[in-house]
């Protein structure tokens, strides 16, 4: 079964690009879904989320840097956590997730450890959650690295910090008791205002500069770990054919202002006209109306009987990329749920 999901207008690009005596193209951007890289139980329609990564800081720190580098896993863990839910309540997928504020820190012993079943169940009951999905263990290794560069009279020297983000990850199912996944992440960083070990350790222990590098490393890892486990949107830029007529350039502007039934009332019409070129145009359009609808099925067979009439590179490409979108609807409706 198909899923039928509608994909909403979010910019309007005028763009247009004359190809030929009298074609001109005009550009829409609009969102489609895109599947998960795993497929969590159908049952599982909330999450809870929890940052369980951090240990216990052992008595004084011993210095000024020691602090910061605590500092700085700790605010990179938070935004981290508050990111993938933010983007997780964005998806389709789930009903809700929940964050928890609270920062649950460990023991050397336990720190690699999944968390007791009892103590899943107990959260996932008192948040109304399905499933907890935990931030297990985070830690950052920095180097200096040295690159050099050819600027056509001489190589040039330069240093840049590179930030090794490790983070583990453990998704529990509490009904069936079961850990649906468990997946360490790895995610690399650079920062060219950063030439020095020195630099680095000044740079940790000032509170803007932890929040940057903080900041710059949870939108980094966030947008990979939340869409690995939901599916999620994701702009496209799809052109269409304006062509120079009267009833075209009408039915353009119903497009860009996000009137698609109006835009193929139009365009339908002119799908039988006796010029071929004119008969595939509409017939392309008539496809990115389908695809806005959800329905690519009927989107491919406008772009076959598109390129029965008249057969350009920019039809032929959308063809596939209509076809790979028809490929991944399996996965989807795993992911959904859908049978």
């Known amino acids: 079964m198909l899923m039928r999901i509608n994909y909403s207008l979010v910019l309007i690009v005028i763009v247009s690009t004359i190809i030929s005596g009298c074609y001109t193209l005009g550009t829409v951007e609009i969102e489609v879904i895109k599947p998960a890289k795993i497929v969590i139980p159908a049952q599982v329609s909330s999450l809870v989320i929890v940052n369980n990564s951090l240990l216990y800081p052992i008595g004084e720190f011993k210095n000024e840097i020691q602090k910061g580098l605590f500092k700085l896993d700790t605010t990179s863990t938070q935004l981290l956590v508050a990111q993938v839910n933010n983007i997780l309540n964005e998806s389709p997928r789930f ?3 929940i964050l928890m504020n609270d920062i649950y820190f460990r023991n050397s012993g336990n720190l690699l450890q999944p968390i007791d079943w009892d103590y899943v169940q107990s959260i996932c009951k008192s948040h109304k959650a399905d499933a907890l999905l935990s931030l297990e263990a985070f830690g950052i290794v920095d180097t200096i690295q040295k690159y050099s560069y050819y600027d056509g009279f001489g190589y040039t020297l330069y240093k840049s910090l590179e930030l090794n983000v490790n983070s583990m990850w453990r998704i529990y199912q509490a009904s069936e008791r079961k850990i649906v996944e468990k997946r360490i992440h790895r995610d690399t960083l650079f920062f060219d205002q950063i030439s020095s070990k020195n630099g680095y350790q000044n740079a940790i222990k000032q509170q803007r500069a932890i929040n940057y590098l903080a900041n710059e490393i949870a939108l980094s890892g966030a947008v990979k770990i939340a869409d690995r486990i939901a599916p999620y949107w994701q702009p496209v830029m799809r052109d269409f054919y ?15 202002s996000d009137d698609w039934k109006k835009a193929a009332l139009i365009w339908k019409g002119i799908t039988k ?10 017939c392309h359009n008539m496809a990115l109306v389908c695809e806005v609808e959800g329905r690519l099925d009927l989107s491919q067979k406008w772009l076959e009987e598109s390129i029965k009439n008249y057969s350009t590179y920019i039809t032929v490409q959308y063809l ?12 989807l409706n795993k992911q959904f749920g859908v049978e």
Do not use: G, P, V
């Open 95 to 97: 009903d809700t997730c």
């Open 242 to 256: 304006i062509y120079e007529s009267e009833e075209m350039r009408a039915a353009a502007k119903f497009a860009y």
């Open 273 to 282: 006209n006796k010029n071929a070129r004119l008969a595939a145009a509409a």
């Open 320 to 331: 596939k990329d209509i076809k790979y979108r028809i490929s991944e609807t399996d996965k």
